[in-house]
């Protein structure tokens, strides 16, 4: 791991890795977290799978934050008054901070590994047929 890592970046890691952790277990969350990890070494060449893990992570916390705006438009059309808010949309408003932090976090990871795999996976623009020569046969996982 490169010592870019912020100390913001480090907090917001751990509690990712603490929401992680009560969602899968600690197997699987260490294992998340040590993915997104790698995407900060440049030589790093993520794995299929361990990109589909990300992928996945994002797309359970992108609901949640869409869940939480949903019910949080619905507490504010209720409206209490200009002076007085709700401790609900309060609560609400935290925990959408929460969820956006964790949820940015992986989705940084996420792109970062994904342009790499791509890149791997990359056929070359100019590619010419001879059609004595048998083709290559390429490794791609499907």
């Known amino acids: 791991m490169s010592n870019t890592l ?7 890691l751990e509690d990712l890795q603490e929401e992680l952790e009560v969602r899968y277990g600690p197997a699987l969350a260490q294992e998340i977290i040590d993915q997104i990890k790698k995407t900060e070494d440049q030589d790093n060449k993520p794995e299929f799978m361990a990109v589909k893990a990300l992928s996945e992570a994002l797309e359970i916390f992108r609901g949640e934050a869409q869940e939480i705006i949903k019910k949080l438009k619905i507490e504010r059309s209720k409206g209490f008054g200009e002076n007085i808010e709700s401790l609900e949309i309060k609560r609400l408003q935290n925990e959408l901070n929460t ?3 964790f949820y940015w976090v992986i989705q940084h990871g996420f792109y970062k ?13 100019t590619y010419r047929y001879d059609k004595y020569t048998q083709p290559t046969k390429m490794k791609i996982a499907a």
């Not at 912020?6 to 917001?12: F, I, L």
């Not at 590994?113 to 056929?123: G, L, N, P, R």
Request: proline residues 4%.
């Open 99 to 101: 969820i956006f932090n």
């Open 6 to 12: 912020t100390k913001k970046q480090k907090v917001s």
């Open 113 to 125: 590994s994904y342009t790499k795999a791509m890149k791997i996976c990359e056929i070359p623009a």
